[in-house]
């Protein structure tokens, strides 16, 4: 049997030393050139593609083709290949093992075949005989240790292969096989992250929602109670004034219930208001935007200035909430870290974006520590301020250090035509 297998033969150093330095030389410039053409390549296809274009751009008068499994059948089929007939292609289908790509397969060792007419173990000897095939290297095709498929590459001439064609074939195949472990790894990290987004979109979708419900139970079940007892007691309080009695201790009593009261009517409507963003349904994004910054920044004494060149009115309800959210967090963190003086806020419209500006000019902070949630929790407010901007399809840009206030950026991408915005899709 005319087969070579270098891997196999002690002699193989003694034969690979006997390669000329053009060889040599031919060998690594190809090398160089598959490795230029797949390098930066992240889809299976398009690496196996330029891996062949360069395997038959140097052997030219071969034919051949890369040959897969298939993850259902388990058997090699081509995947790609080069000037195959379609017989080869349609009756080229391997169980591990079955001719020579599946015994190349199954033993993970490559095969320099001088005269395939003369190999007894071809799968399909007919086929190869009318194809004219002669002599043959394949080689295998391995990923993290396993062979995911082979490279055949054929010669229909009676010139023969030479030990620097299969030494080349062998290397082309090495690295074709990380870059395909490079491909699957990266195709396991893409799906992982697409199954994150996913998660994040429903949690925040669900917790949008719960808030909502939360906010209407407390409305009607809560708030507007609290509020008829506040004023009962409003009215309690006007009727004991005008009634002469020694018991101070009752009408003092009366008063504070009352103020209580309406303490407590204030707190679950602010409660209310943080949940479900009030006059969103009604006036838009720019009137909840005013009245968040009324009731929680001036009275911390933070001068608010706005700039508002776009007022968002036509906006959809869920695009204007999941913004009404992103300003609240950037606000909120304000309130509660910046101890600035002043604050701006500033919304644009361009063509097919809105850009949304708010700055402050308090002590900032190292932006560059919150690129994730930290271990004891900090971080989660800029994380959710970031993902919803990302299920915005949008960008998200913390400006920040010590002593140099903090500025955050949103952009969201919009439909062009206003008249689309209304169908546009907030999964991103
Ligand atoms: N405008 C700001 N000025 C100064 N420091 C800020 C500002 N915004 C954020 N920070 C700093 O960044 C940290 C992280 O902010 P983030 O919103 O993620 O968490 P948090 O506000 O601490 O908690 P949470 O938002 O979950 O209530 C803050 O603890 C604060 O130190
Ligand atoms: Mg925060």
């Not at 990380?178 to 396991?188: F, G, T, V």
């Not at 409003?234 to 002469?244: C, D, G, P």
């Not at 204030?266 to 720019?286: A, K, V, W, Y």
Request: hydrophobic share 40%; with cysteine.
């Amino acid at each position: 049997m005319n087969v070579v297998s270098p891997r196999q033969s002690k002699s193989s150093k003694r034969e690979a030393g006997s390669i000329s330095e053009g060889e040599m030389y031919a060998c690594f410039s190809a090398l160089s050139r598959i490795s230029k053409a797949i390098s930066g390549l992240r889809d299976l296809d398009a690496i196996l593609k330029a891996g062949l274009d360069n395997i038959f751009e140097i052997m030219k008068d071969s034919v051949g083709g890369i040959m897969l499994f298939d993850k259902q059948t388990r058997l090699l089929y081509y995947h790609l290949h080069h000037k195959l007939s379609p017989r080869i292609i349609s009756h080229m289908r391997l169980i591990s093992g079955e001719g020579i790509a599946g015994k190349v397969a199954f033993t993970g060792q490559p095969m320099l075949i001088e005269d395939v007419t003369l190999e007894s173990e071809t799968a399909h000897p007919d086929i190869i005989v009318k194809e004219g095939f002669h002599s043959c290297i394949s080689v295998p095709l391995r990923a993290r240790g396993n062979v995911v498929g082979v490279i055949n590459v054929i010669n229909t001439m009676q010139s023969k292969f030479s030990k620097s064609d299969f030494l080349m074939l062998q290397a082309i195949g090495d690295q074709l096989g990380l870059a395909i472990e490079q491909a699957n790894l990266y195709e396991q990290l893409r799906s992982g992250r697409e199954r994150y987004r996913e998660l994040s979109r429903r949690v925040i979708t669900t917790q949008e929602e719960e808030r909502r419900k939360v906010a209407n139970n407390l409305q009607d079940k809560t708030s507007d109670k609290i509020t008829a007892l506040a004023a009962t007691l409003q009215s309690l309080v006007t009727v004991s004034e005008k009634i002469e009695t020694d018991e101070i201790d009752f009408k003092l009593k009366l008063k504070q219930s009352h103020a209580l009261a309406s303490e407590i009517a204030m707190e679950l409507n602010s409660m209310i208001e943080s949940l479900r963003p009030p006059f969103m349904d009604t006036l838009g994004i720019i009137q909840a935007i005013r009245h968040y910054v009324e009731t929680n920044v001036i009275p911390s004494g933070i001068e608010v200035s706005f700039h508002l060149e776009y007022d968002g009115a036509d906006l959809p309800i869920e695009i204007a909430t999941r913004l009404f959210r992103v300003v609240q967090g950037v606000i909120g963190n304000i309130i509660q870290h910046s101890k600035a003086k002043n604050a701006s806020i500033s919304m644009q419209r361009y063509d097919d974006e809105l850009v949304l500006r708010i700055s402050d000019d308090g002590r900032g902070f190292d932006a560059g520590q919150f690129t994730r949630i930290q271990e004891n929790g900090r971080g989660a407010g800029l994380f959710s301020i970031k993902e919803h901007t990302r299920l915005l399809g949008g960008r998200c840009a913390v400006q920040s250090s010590p002593g140099q206030g903090t500025h955050v950026t949103i952009t969201i991408p919009l439909a062009k035509n206003p008249e689309n915005i209304e169908n546009q899709n907030i999964t991103a």
